[in-house]
């Protein structure tokens, strides 16, 4: 059964203090695997589609990786305004239903 | 561009009652998608529908149940409600395709008691 599993549950880190989030998943055929962040009282929302080992996508202060097994989710001198649960997803055998995580809540402090 | 809209955004029922939800996905999007979410289980997958036709259906008992109009609006129901049906539901769209992103709405958050 396809399965993905985020470590840390929850991280806090003080404001600049780089880290990194982990997604490993066990999916048959990848077809994607999905970043997204979630703020309180509000739906996720839509970070970066990650397709092959070895890619790397950026958006201001995020990196996504991955590999054949995992996904890395670094944060670069995180802001306060970072903190949020980022979830990872994957389409479960080739159709649109995503396997989710568990979540990593991010707590930046100032 | 709007995104996805879903309302009502809170509402509160009583055991037994039946309750519908409605969704309407970003403009040009035909898959949309539901998933419940709870502090205990996470992100859990519903069903898909494309075209008016489910296509993917997750584990859940047949009170919960959904259709989706001809402009690709989705609404789903569930019947005789649980105190375990409280949770936070989301609706999500997308341009068809697992490898295509989807977008979610904020949700209804469903209270039973």
């Known amino acids: 059964e396809d399965q993905v599993t985020q470590s840390p549950e929850a991280l806090r880190l003080q404001e600049g203090e780089s880290s990194s989030l982990n997604c490993s998943y066990t999916v048959s055929g990848l077809r994607g695997l999905f970043w997204y962040r979630q703020d309180p009282g509000k739906g996720p929302e839509f970070l970066f589609t990650?397709?092959?080992a070895g890619e790397e996508k950026e958006k201001e202060r995020l990196k996504a990786t991955l590999t054949k097994k995992e996904s890395f989710l670094h944060i670069t001198a995180p802001k306060p305004e970072d903190s949020a649960t980022y979830l990872c997803?994957?389409?479960?055998?080739?159709?649109?239903?995503?396997?989710f995580g568990k979540g990593t809540k991010l707590t930046v402090n100032p | 561009k709007a995104g996805v809209t879903q309302t009502p955004r809170y509402l509160i029922k009583t055991r037994g009652q039946q309750v519908t939800l409605s969704c309407s996905p970003i403009?040009?999007?035909?898959?949309v998608s539901w998933y419940q979410q709870t502090p205990g289980q996470g992100l859990q997958f519903l069903f898909e529908y494309f075209s008016e036709t489910q296509r993917n259906k997750g584990n859940f008992p047949g009170r919960f149940s959904g259709r989706q109009f001809s402009n690709s609006r989705s609404e789903m129901n569930v019947s005789t409600l649980e105190l375990g049906d409280s949770a936070l539901y989301l609706c999500?769209?997308?341009?068809?395709?697992?490898?295509?992103?989807?977008?979610f709405g904020d949700g209804t958050r469903l209270s039973i008691l």
């Open positions: 403009s040009g999007h035909r898959s």
């Open positions: 997803a994957v389409p479960q055998g080739g159709s649109e239903k995503l396997v």
């Open positions: 999500a769209s997308s341009l068809s395709g697992p490898d295509q992103p989807q977008h």
């Open positions: 990650l397709y092959s």
